[in-house]
């Protein structure tokens, strides 16, 4: 049995010998899983990421930042931060009640720099809730939070795992990068034709994991209707069957968000992430889909390498998390790139003001390239999007 690492063109850098242990345990498990049938993918990713010990998230592999696998935009720069600052500070101004929520902290960074920037200001929140579903990611948080920040300001932050656990008085909720962490599921169809979709699970051939095709399950012929009826005229006529993802947890993790922050108070709801629209993202020629693997900054298309130890993210339907979002009660306030927002904040004057107290010509070039790479749509400024929403008020 073995993961293999060869991917076209190039070969992934060998783990530690700790990590293929590590892997191959996790291996051990999901061909377990696979006895009797094979699994569907969505179940395989939600192991290999989630896993409590061995998933990538679950366990805390994932390392984030420069010396990473990825790097998010609150990893990148502080401006990034500084635009949800401004966001906070707009909301307050508009009553809206006076906590935040992020969802799914990563390394706590964003805490980190939000709470730094609003203690500056004089505007810390009542309290800061973190919901993350990793408990090694949880524990680096508080970690993190701890080493930065004084412990006054930490005292307003809690950490939850779940939906239930929310008390809530309304305020800002923030998710960055989560939606495209969530399990996708696989499938091949001719697009914009839902009878012709086949679902892809994971069976274990003896010696690799292997896609099984299998006719469409009720959830899979429900979601291709639904795309296929969101794409009103396709950006390119398809010329063959093509691999394509869609996310079936999406309509629960809204319903669940709505019933847990519409409770009480108004909230603004900001949910970051790369991706397009759906006749974008279901195009003829997209003959691989838009599922990503991320291992130390290499980014290739086979999920089953490593497992474990590498990330595995698919391109967000922004359209279709508006649409559930909308069925599940929210309030749609716009979905933008992430330059359109940003340049809408007041972070280009904070650009500029930083610039200006900086005499080293390094620290100003260095300045504007994490502003550059935060707004260009070459970099992250068109391929990432905000989604904003509303409940109650
Ligand atoms: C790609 S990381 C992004 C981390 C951070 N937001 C950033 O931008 O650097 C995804 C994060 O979301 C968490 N996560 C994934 N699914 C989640 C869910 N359903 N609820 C809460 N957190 C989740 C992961 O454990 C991880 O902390």
Not at 110 to 139: F, G, K, N, V, W
Not at 300 to 312: M, N, S, T
Request: glycine share 8%; with cysteine.
């Amino acid at each position: 049995m073995s993961a293999s690492s060869r991917q076209d063109g190039f070969e992934l850098p060998a783990p530690s010998s700790a990590d293929q242990t590590k892997s191959l345990e996790l291996i051990e498990q999901l061909v377990e899983q696979m006895r009797d049938a094979p699994i569907s993918f969505a179940d395989y990713m939600a192991t290999v990421l989630y896993h409590p010990t061995l998933g990538y998230y679950g366990s805390g592999q994932v390392a984030f930042g420069a010396g990473g696998d990825f790097i998010t935009a609150p990893e990148r720069s502080r401006f990034f931060t500084a635009g949800l600052a401004y966001e906070w500070h707009q909301a307050r101004a508009a009553d809206v009640g006076g906590e935040i929520l992020e969802i799914g902290a990563g390394s706590g960074r964003l805490a980190i720099d939000l709470l730094e920037l609003l203690a500056a200001d004089e505007a810390l929140p009542e309290r800061y809730t973190i919901l993350e579903i990793s408990p090694a990611l949880a524990a680096r948080q508080q970690q993190n939070l701890r080493a930065s920040l004084p412990a006054e300001v930490v005292e307003r932050v809690r950490w939850i795992d779940a939906w239930s656990a929310l008390d809530w008085s309304g305020g800002i909720a923030i998710a960055n990068e989560v939606l495209d962490a969530m399990p996708v599921e696989r499938f091949r169809w001719w697009p914009g034709k839902p009878d012709t979709a086949e679902r892809l699970m994971v069976g274990f051939d003896g010696d690799r994991f292997v896609w099984k095709e299998q006719s469409a399950d009720a959830p899979l012929q429900a979601a291709v209707e639904a795309i296929a009826a969101r794409i009103d005229r396709p950006i390119v006529t398809p010329r063959e069957t093509v691999l394509a993802e869609y996310s079936p947890d999406l309509a629960d993790w809204l319903g669940e968000m709505s019933a847990a922050l519409g409770a009480a108070g108004e909230t603004w709801i900001y949910l970051f992430d790369y991706g397009s629209h759906t006749a974008d993202i279901y195009r003829g020629d997209r003959g691989e889909g838009t599922l990503k693997c991320h291992y130390r900054h290499l980014a290739h298309e086979d999920p089953f390498v490593y497992p474990g130890l590498q990330d595995i993210t698919a391109w967000v339907d922004f359209q279709a998390v508006e649409q559930a979002a909308r069925e599940a009660g929210f309030a749609i306030d716009g979905e933008r790139s992430q330059a359109q927002w940003l340049l809408g904040t007041d972070v280009p004057r904070l650009v500029e003001r930083e610039l200006q107290a900086r005499d080293s010509l390094t620290d100003q070039a260095r300045l504007a390239q994490e502003f550059r790479e935060l707004v260009m749509p070459t970099e992250m400024g068109e391929r990432f999007r905000v989604l904003r929403l509303r409940l109650g008020g």
